[in-house]
């Protein structure tokens, strides 16, 4: 794998072409997007994971396909987000940091930018988006009811998201209290006293909230016969280390020698590898779970599932004080397979994502792919999958052929990257590629 610089990603695959590809006897597919927070490109099994148990992901990789050069559209939650949701580049879009407005919620992704899922929404497709938002508050241009989808559930704000017994979530535009005494995100236990979990365990853990709303949701627009687009977007493994007991249980004693007290933010805990592994494993579960209503209700044949996250996973407590955040220990778990540098770095190990898709009867099972992808590519990509209206501005390319083995391969055509010197240019630009700046 050629290095990559983040320049290099948000404006290398606007310049790659791909044929058109009709959609066929593609039928309004159901669309299962899965955006896991701060996933490490090496934590799961799929990927090389020796300690972490994921086995419904890994279900899905051997079932469909997996990329092994997928790559966010920025380092950092809001302004990954968003690259995915409009299809622009970190130079084109409207938020490039995690920007809050008061009381609750980060700066709203403004009104004249055409999000894809209100393409779907206008195409008669039933969506929600279930889990964390972070893109506007309710109420601004920015709301998820506001900006193609049907239903929202979760965490508007994603300093809400920091601990998983937050006071609050929203159905829709309404505000569902879960812990009348919730538990803070982020605080430290005092170095002369034990860390005690009970002050840090809340009443109702956020999570099995959201996936049962997500299942609703299926399980709605099954019966009514209705193709949805369900953007499920769980917090794990974003830290605190809340993960629920039963998966922490599932993790020996003896990985952990002493307690996190919160040096770095976020929660303490008594037992920060096996919280860390258990809340991927709670993912993988929530994962599974979904794959679960689709059999029941016999529509996983015609529904894509793409599970990916939104950047590379946090840096362990070791290095700059900056970007030292949580208890993860991404060392023990060779979270990043050596790749170089965590979240908020655009080095690889900041960037570079796990990715697998399963669609049965179109997608190859058992596929591996190289083709380099980014946040951009997904809105003509799954507008094409579904057979409806593409964007009208965007900075991605349709892989659709590529996912669905088609032998189409890109063929570079242009190159909008300013590098000055034709040495700095990517490997795949030809020889009389011109910098932005002369054209």
């Known amino acids: 794998m050629r290095p990559l610089t983040l320049l290099a990603?948000?404006?290398?695959?606007?310049?790659?072409?791909?044929?058109?590809?009709?959609?066929?006897?593609?039928?309004?597919?159901?669309?299962?997007?899965?955006?896991?927070?701060?996933?490490?490109?090496?934590?799961?099994?799929c990927y090389g994971q020796q300690k972490i148990k994921t086995p419904n992901i890994d279900r899905l990789a051997r079932e469909g396909l997996r990329f092994t050069n997928s790559y966010s559209g920025a380092p950092v939650c809001a302004p990954?987000?968003?690259?995915?949701?409009?299809?622009?580049?970190?130079?084109?879009?409207?938020?490039?940091?995690?920007?809050?407005?008061?009381?609750?919620?980060?700066?709203?992704?403004?009104?004249?930018?055409?999000?894809?899922?209100?393409?779907?929404?206008?195409?008669?497709?039933?969506?929600?988006?279930?889990?964390?938002?972070?893109?506007?508050?309710?109420?601004?241009?920015?709301?998820?009811?506001?900006?193609?989808?049907?239903?929202?559930?979760?965490?508007?704000?994603?300093?809400?998201?920091h601990s998983y017994y937050p006071p609050h979530l929203w159905n829709d535009d309404r505000k569902i209290i879960i812990n009348p005494t919730p538990v803070p995100g982020r605080a430290k236990s005092p170095p002369d006293q034990p860390v005690d979990m009970a002050t840090w365990t809340g009443a109702q853990h956020a999570s099995p909230l959201i996936i049962e709303d997500a299942l609703r949701f299926i399980d709605a627009q099954a019966k009514a016969q209705k193709p949805f687009f369900l953007y499920y977007t769980p917090t794990e493994p974003h830290v605190s280390l809340m993960p629920e007991k039963e998966y922490l249980d599932s993790y020996p004693e003896s990985w952990d020698a002493g307690a996190y007290r919160g040096e770095n933010g976020y929660t303490p805990q008594t037992r920060p590898r096996a919280a860390y592994a258990a809340m991927i494993t709670g993912l993988d579960a929530y994962v599974g779970k979904i794959m679960a209503k689709l059999d029941e209700l016999g529509i996983a044949d015609n529904t894509l599932i793409i599970f990916t996250s939104d950047n590379g996973t946090t840096l362990p407590g070791r290095n700059s004080k900056r970007w030292n955040t949580g208890g993860v220990d991404a060392d023990f778990f060779n979270s990043t397979a050596g790749l170089r540098g965590f979240k908020g770095s655009v080095y690889e190990g900041g960037i570079r994502i796990p990715?697998?898709?399963?669609?049965?009867?179109?997608?190859?099972?058992?596929?591996?792919?190289?083709?380099?992808?980014?946040?951009?590519?997904?809105?003509p990509t799954l507008c094409a999958a579904a057979g409806i209206e593409k964007p009208a501005r965007g900075d991605g390319v349709n892989f659709l052929p590529v996912m669905l083995d088609k032998g189409v391969r890109p063929s570079a055509t242009r190159w909008s990257g300013c590098f000055p010197n034709t040495a700095d240019k990517p490997p795949f630009a030809s020889a009389n590629t011109k910098c932005c700046a002369e054209t």
Request: neutral net charge; charged residues 15%; hydrophobic residues 40%.
């Open 9 to 45: 990603l948000t404006t290398s695959t606007a310049g790659l072409c791909l044929a058109a590809q009709p959609a066929g006897d593609i039928k309004k597919p159901n669309v299962v997007f899965i955006l896991a927070d701060d996933l490490g490109w090496s934590e799961l099994g």
């Open 80 to 161: 990954a987000r968003t690259t995915l949701m409009t299809g622009l580049h970190l130079g084109n879009s409207p938020i490039r940091g995690n920007k809050e407005i008061q009381p609750e919620g980060q700066f709203p992704i403004p009104a004249e930018h055409t999000l894809f899922p209100q393409l779907f929404q206008k195409a008669g497709y039933a969506t929600a988006v279930v889990g964390k938002w972070g893109m506007g508050p309710v109420g601004s241009e920015g709301d998820p009811l506001k900006r193609g989808f049907d239903h929202f559930f979760g965490y508007n704000c994603q300093r809400m998201a």
């Open 355 to 379: 990715c697998v898709m399963r669609w049965p009867g179109k997608i190859p099972a058992g596929a591996t792919t190289d083709f380099p992808t980014y946040f951009p590519d997904y809105a």
